[in-house]
Structure formats: structure tokens, C-alpha cells
């Protein structure tokens, strides 16, 4: 990544550049020097109103002198982070489709800030991310340096936000990547590697409980959801102090199902396979830990994921039986397939230990979100307003929304079980609501705030439609926490 500052190069023959345009479709003075290299081409293309500078829309012009891709902002008054991520990657999804090695992207408005820049390296990296591991020809042209022109003086150092717009975008695809990658080649074992692995270069510190040791803490909803399964389950605890010594804790839970087929509930094989991204909370949890580690944020941070397969056999939990999670609470299980609750409640109660200022679950966790709010917010239900609210406002400024759903008492009740504390399933209604209740009987009284991702951890077919964001895992959850903690 570079950058040029002020200075405004004329391009090669067979460079490429993008520029942004609002809707009031005035040219900057740096689209201008390009328009007046191409033969006022911009110019004649707003004139015959084939571009409008709608955000989403976007043009190619290929030129005898260069390629320029004009892409659309809309009205200037709505700018945000998130589209000029969303324009950063349609540049270098561009400038990847035309081969070229470098490209220029030019947003010399008055309004870039250091924000925005790191948006637009977020965007570029993200725009080129492709889970390819598995493709036995590997070689994918990618850009190699990306030029980011602006006109006005920012406020701090733009090498630094350059910086961080890498530092979190890697983070984004490192959680893409674990949860993209099929169930055998990601075990709870391989994943407990690769928080060692993560954390051997930073200032994290990575802890991993096996059987044994659960075993003896009492993780019994852990290891009655991994009873069924080959792979031996773990609990991954990474652990960060940036912030003073003796700060309370951020605790970060993710929801690290490797693979759910539902167990003896199990699953129909439709879609099925799309249950290999049911490790994406405690994805984005690993995520979250590396891109505070570098960005070096003055916070104490914890992420607890608790990692297993949920198998059907003839060592499985089976409906009927009763477990007791390491707070001794006790949970009748009706339906092997919510065990995402189950191996959370373990997570949960454990991370009291901390005395933690407040915990942040991540899970895919309930089909039922995907009925109430689709696949372009997650589902958002706590015990405390203010991190409520903090957390809504993060999703407006990144992009990843979030929506409250209501966690009152009468859903409390839904989960009362007859032989047991609670039960694992409520009725028919409302399941992402009663699936939340079921985990605040393991948060106690500490500020709490759980994302239901199941609509949006991946997608089908790219929805919701941003150019950064492909058919597969999105990591959602990483750009929201970060924005969350920074704003703290
Ligand atoms: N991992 C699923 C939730 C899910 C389903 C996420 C589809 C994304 C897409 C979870 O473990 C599950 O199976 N939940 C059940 C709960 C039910 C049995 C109460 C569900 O949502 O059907
Ligand atoms: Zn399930
Ligand atoms: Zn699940």
C-alpha cells in the first residue's frame, strides 16, 4: 500500500484509476486533470447522463491513455466508512480484472480522513480476499500496490492508518478463512493450534483446556455436546493486557461449533454443509484477539471459544438427558441441535472468573434470526442499555448492523424445565429471543451483550450487496468490535 500525498502524478499508458464522484456530480480537481488527459470523456458521459454518481453505480472507461473506473457515492451529505470501503473494492476488484500490477485510487474531496483511509485499504484488501486453499492452480493475479491519492492535509499520520486498515482486514480474512475451511481440515485441536500459533509473535497469551481439563472444571455442556464426535472438543482462551494492570477485563465468547449437524436432532442434508461455518463466532473471537494485539489498543481483552463438533453416535448427548454446566446450573436437553447455548453456558459462567467490565458473545446461533431480520443485520439482545447502544452505533458506523431484539422475563419463562434448572429449547416462537434467555441464566449480573451472526457470518450469494463481500464466510463481527472497543 501507498500513498501520495498532494502530489498528483500523471498515470502510464495502461495504468488504471478510480475516482469517486457524488451525486452533485462536481469533478474534483485531481478527476479533472484525469479528465482533461482522456479527452474530457468524464465529462461527456455526465453530460449525456450516462453516469450519475448514484452510490452503487459505477463505469469503465477504456481509454486509449488509460482505464479509469468512475464510481458513484451519492449524495455527499451520506458518505460513510462503509462505502468508501465498498468503492476501495471495486477498484481493486478492477484493477484485478484488467491485470494491472498497480493502480491509483482518487478520492481528493476535502472530507478524506484518516478514517476513511483506513476504510479504503480495508475495502481494497477485502475486495481481493478468495478462499482458494482447496484450487489446485492457485495463481490469482492480485494487484500489488495501491496508490491512495488525497488532496488535504489529515490529522494524524496517514502511514498509520494505513497501517491499520491492514492490520484489520487481515484480521476480517484470517476470520473468513477459519470459518471457510471445511470441518476436517479445522478441528477444535487444529483451532487451539492456530491461537498458539497466533499468539507466538504478539503480546497475546493463549491457554487451551483438552478433555482432561475440562473434565475436571466441570464443562459439562462442552463435553456433552463433543460426546458424539471423534475429535476430542477444547476451550481456547486468548488473552491480551494493553490496557492499565488490573483493569477489568472486555471478555469476547465465541461459538466455535466446527461442525453441526445437529447431533442425534440431526440436520436434513440440504444446506448441510453450510454448517461448517458454524465456528464463525469463535472465528471472529480469534480475529478480534490478533487485530487488538496489533493494533495495540489500551484495553484488557479476553476471548474464550469453545470449540467442538456436534456428532450423532452411540457415545452422543441424546434429547432427554441432563447436564451441568461449570456454574452447576443444570439444563434439561430437549433438542441436541441448539447446542450452541449449551457449550456457551460453559464459556459464559467461566468468563465470571475474570470479574470482566463487560462480555460480548458471538454465535451463530439460531435459524430463527434469519426468519426476524434476514441476512443484512445480526440479531443484538442483552442485559445493559448503554452496551446496547454503543454497539448499535458501531453497526451504523461500520456497516455490520445490528438490531435489539426484546429479552423480558416472560421469554425467561419459556425455558423452565420440569425435571432440570432450564431446558435447552423454548416453544415455537420467538427462538432467538428464548435461545438469549437460556444464556443469561449464565452471565449473572455483569454487563452483557450477545449477537445472534446466523443470517450473516456467510452468505449464499454475496447479499447483502457490497463489493467486499463474497459468496462465503463475511467475518462479520471484527470491523464492529473494533469500532466497539476504540469508542469505549
Ligand atoms: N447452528 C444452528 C443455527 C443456524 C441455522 C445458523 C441455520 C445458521 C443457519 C443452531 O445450532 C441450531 O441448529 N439451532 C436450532 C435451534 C432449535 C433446535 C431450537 C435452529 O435454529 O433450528
Ligand atoms: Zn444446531
Ligand atoms: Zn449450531
Redesign the pocket.
Known amino acids: 500500500m501507498n500513498n501520495m500525498k498532494k502530489k498528483f502524478t500523471a498515470f502510464e499508458i495502461g495504468s488504471f484509476i478510480s475516482t469517486t464522484i457524488y451525486d452533485d456530480l462536481s469533478l474534483s480537481p485531481n478527476t479533472r486533470k484525469i479528465d482533461k488527459q482522456i479527452g474530457n470523456l468524464i465529462s461527456s458521459i455526465i453530460k449525456n447522463k450516462e453516469f450519475t454518481g448514484k452510490s452503487n453505480e459505477s463505469i469503465l472507461l477504456r481509454t486509449p491513455q488509460t482505464n479509469v473506473l468512475l464510481i458513484g457515492l451519492g449524495n455527499k451529505k451520506c458518505i460513510s466508512n462503509d462505502k468508501l470501503r465498498d468503492a476501495a473494492a471495486k477498484a481493486s476488484i478492477t484493477a484485478k480484472n484488467l491485470k494491472t500490477k498497480s493502480f491509483s485510487f482518487n478520492h481528493d474531496v476535502s472530507d478524506m480522513t484518516n478514517d476513511y483511509i483506513e476504510a479504503v485499504v480495508q475495502g481494497s484488501e477485502l475486495g481481493l480476499y478468495n478462499f482458494n486453499v482447496y484450487k489446485s492452480n492457485k495463481k490469482d493475479f492480485r494487484p500489488l500496490t495501491m496508490n491512495i491519492i488525497i488532496k488535504n492535509k489529515i490529522k494524524t499520520s496517514l502511514t498509520k492508518s494505513i497501517r491499520n486498515g491492514e492490520i484489520i482486514a487481515d484480521a476480517i480474512m484470517l476470520s473468513r478463512d477459519i470459518s471457510n475451511l471445511p470441518s476436517r481440515d479445522c478441528t477444535p485441536l487444529q483451532l487451539a493450534s492456530r491461537a498458539k500459533k497466533i499468539s507466538s509473535n504478539r503480546p497475546l497469551k493463549t491457554t487451551i483446556f483438552n478433555t482432561d481439563k475440562l473434565k475436571k472444571l466441570g464443562f459439562g455442556g462442552l463435553l456433552g455436546v463433543a460426546s458424539g464426535s471423534q475429535q476430542p472438543p477444547c476451550f481456547i482462551i486468548m488473552e491480551y493486557n494493553g490496557g492499565k494492570r488490573g483493569e477489568k477485563p472486555i471478555v469476547f465468547v465465541g ?1 466455535t ?1 466446527t461442525f ?1 449437524t ?1 447431533g442425534i ?1 440431526i ?1 436434513p442434508s440440504a444446506s448441510m454443509d ?2 461448517k ?2 465456528k464463525s463466532g469463535g472465528a471472529t473471537v480469534m480475529a478480534i484477539m490478533q487485530a487488538v494485539a496489533d493494533l495495540k489498543l489500551p484495553v484488557n481483552v479476553v476471548g474464550l471459544m469453545p470449540a467442538t463438533e ?1 456428532m450423532p453416535s452411540g457415545s452422543a448427548y441424546k434429547p432427554g438427558d441432563v447436564i451441568t454446566f461449570y456454574n452447576k446450573k443444570t439444563a434439561e436437553i430437549l ?1 441436541t ?4 447455548r449449551v457449550i456457551l453456558a460453559d464459556a459464559l459462567s467461566y468468563a465470571q472468573n475474570y470479574k470482566p467490565r463487560m462480555i460480548i458473545d458471538f454465535a ?7 426468519v426476524a431480520l434476514g441476512t443484512a443485520v445480526s440479531g443484538l439482545l442483552g442485559n445493559d442499555k448503554k452496551i446496547i447502544n454503543s454497539l448499535f452505533e458501531s453497526g451504523e458506523r461500520t456497516g455490520e448492523k445490528v438490531w435489539e431484539l426484546p429479552l423480558t422475563n416472560e421469554y425467561k419463562k419459556l425455558i423452565k424445565s420440569d425435571i432440570a434448572d432450564i431446558k ?3 416453544g415455537r416462537g420467538a ?1 432467538t429471543i ?2 438469549a434467555a437460556f444464556l443469561s441464566h449464565f452471565v449473572d449480573d455483569y454487563p452483557w451483550a450477545h449477537l445472534d451472526i ?2 450473516t ?1 456467510w452468505t449464499q450469494d454475496g447479499t447483502p450487496k457490497k463489493s467486499y463481500i463474497k459468496k462465503g464466510a463475511t467475518g462479520v463481527g471484527v470491523l464492529l468490535s473494533i469500532d466497539f472497543l476504540r469508542n469505549l
Open positions: 461459538k461449533i453441526d445437529g436432532s440436520k453450510e454448517m461455518h458454524d456436534n433438542n441441535d441448539a447446542e450452541g451463530t446461533l439460531t435459524g430463527a434470526c434469519i435447552n429449547i423454548g427462538g428464548t435461545a446466523a443470517g457470518a
